[in-house]
C-alpha cells in the first residue's frame, strides 16, 4: 500500500512538472517578440555568422540594415538577400569609429526608420601564444568587442528609450566566460563585451529595452581564414581550423544562429551553444581555478612561440596541405556558403 502511494505521489509530480513546463512553453511563445516589420541592424552582417543570421531574420520579415568595413562583401550580401526578397539596406561603416557609427545611426534612422533590434556581431581573432601578442592585438580585440558594442548601443539608445521598447543582442563568445589559451586578446575583450551586456540589461530593462547575451562555442561560419595568426602560424592555424570543423567540438552556422535569435525572440537573459562550451561554462562555475589548470596543461600542448613570432598572417595565408584537407572539410564548405571568400 505504501508503496502505491509513493508511484502515485511521483505520478502527480512528474504531471505537475509536465503542467508546468507546457504552460511555460505556451507563455513563451504568446509573449515572443515578432520580428516580422521590425528594422534590425547587424554590424558584421556582410558574411559569416552575421550574413547566416540575415538570413534567418529576412525569412520571418525583418527589414535588414547590414554594416561592415567591406563594401564588395556588403555588396554580396544585399545581392544575395534582396534576391530572395528582403527588404535590405547595406552601409560600410567601421564600428570601432565613434563618428562612423554615429552617422550610421543617424542614416539608418533617416532613411529606413527607428532601429528596432540592434545586433552587435562585428569580431576579430588573434590566435598565437600570449608571449608573441602586441599592444595592437589587445587594441584592435578592446576597440571591436567593446567600443563597437558601447558606440553603437549608446547611438540607438534615445531613441529606443523615446519608444519605450528596443531589443540588443551582443554576440559575445563561450572565451567571454572563459579565458582560453593562444586567443587571450580575443577572449579579454569578449570577458568585457559580457559585464557591459549583463550591466546593460539590469539598467534597461526599466525602458522595456531587454538586452540579450550570447556566449557561443566554436561555429562553422567559414571565418577561420580572417583570423591573425602569430608565433607557428602554420601549425596555429591548422589546429584552429580542425578544432573548428569537428562536429565534436563545433555547431553549424545555422544552428547557432536559431538558438540565439530564439533567445533574443524570448528575452533570454544569455544563452550558451555546443556541449564543449556548456559542460565547460559549468566546470568553471564549480572551480575556475580547476578550469585554469585544464587549460594549463592543454597549453603545453599547443605549439609555441617561433614561426613568425610576433609578425602576423591571416588564416588564408597560413594554409597548409592539413588545413587544407578532408579534417577541415566543413569549415571550408561554411566559407564558400556564408560570403567568406
Not at 551586456?197 to 522595456?208: I, M, P, T, V
Request: aromatic content about 8%; charged content about 20%.
Amino acid at each position: 500500500m505504501k508503496t502505491t502511494d509513493n508511484n502515485n505521489k511521483l505520478w502527480w509530480l512528474a504531471a505537475g512538472a509536465g503542467a508546468l513546463m507546457a504552460a511555460r512553453a505556451v507563455y513563451r511563445n504568446l509573449n515572443a517578440y515578432d520580428f516580422n516589420g521590425k528594422v534590425v541592424l547587424i554590424t558584421g552582417g556582410s558574411r559569416g555568422l552575421g550574413l547566416v543570421m540575415a538570413r534567418q531574420l529576412a525569412k520571418e520579415g525583418a527589414r535588414l540594415v547590414l554594416c561592415s568595413r567591406d563594401e564588395k562583401e556588403l555588396e554580396n550580401a544585399r545581392f544575395e538577400l534582396a534576391g530572395k526578397g528582403a527588404d535590405v539596406l547595406v552601409m560600410k561603416c567601421d564600428v570601432t569609429v565613434e563618428q562612423e557609427v554615429s552617422e550610421t545611426i543617424t542614416n539608418v534612422q533617416n532613411e529606413f526608420g527607428p532601429i528596432d533590434v540592434l545586433i552587435n556581431n562585428a569580431g576579430v581573432i588573434h590566435a598565437g601564444p600570449v608571449t608573441e601578442m602586441t599592444v595592437q592585438d589587445f587594441d584592435e580585440a578592446i576597440k571591436t568587442h567593446y567600443w563597437g558594442p558601447v558606440y553603437t548601443t549608446l547611438a540607438v539608445l534615445p531613441a529606443m528609450k523615446a519608444r519605450r521598447e528596443g531589443r540588443i543582442l551582443n554576440i559575445a563568445s563561450i572565451g567571454g566566460k572563459i579565458s582560453v589559451p593562444h586567443l587571450v586578446p580575443y577572449s579579454a575583450s569578449k570577458f568585457a563585451l559580457v559585464g557591459l551586456s549583463e550591466g546593460l540589461r539590469a539598467e534597461l530593462d526599466q525602458y522595456n529595452i531587454t538586452v540579450t547575451t550570447a556566449t557561443p562555442g566554436l561555429v562553422r561560419t567559414g571565418s577561420p581564414r580572417h583570423a591573425f595568426i602569430k608565433g607557428q602560424n602554420e601549425k596555429e592555424y591548422a589546429l584552429f581550423k580542425i578544432m573548428d570543423s569537428s562536429v565534436l567540438t563545433s555547431n553549424s552556422a545555422e544552428a547557432t544562429a536559431k538558438s540565439i535569435l530564439d533567445a533574443l525572440r524570448h528575452g533570454d537573459a544569455q544563452v550558451t551553444t555546443t556541449f564543449p562550451a556548456m559542460f565547460g561554462e559549468f566546470i568553471h562555475g564549480i572551480s575556475p581555478a580547476f578550469m585554469t589548470s585544464v587549460f594549463s596543461v592543454i597549453n603545453k600542448f599547443l605549439p609555441g612561440e617561433g614561426g613568425i613570432g610576433k609578425n602576423r598572417a591571416t588564416g588564408a595565408e597560413s594554409e597548409t596541405d592539413l588545413s587544407m584537407s578532408w579534417l577541415t572539410e566543413r569549415t571550408q564548405k561554411a566559407a564558400m556558403q556564408n560570403n567568406e571568400i
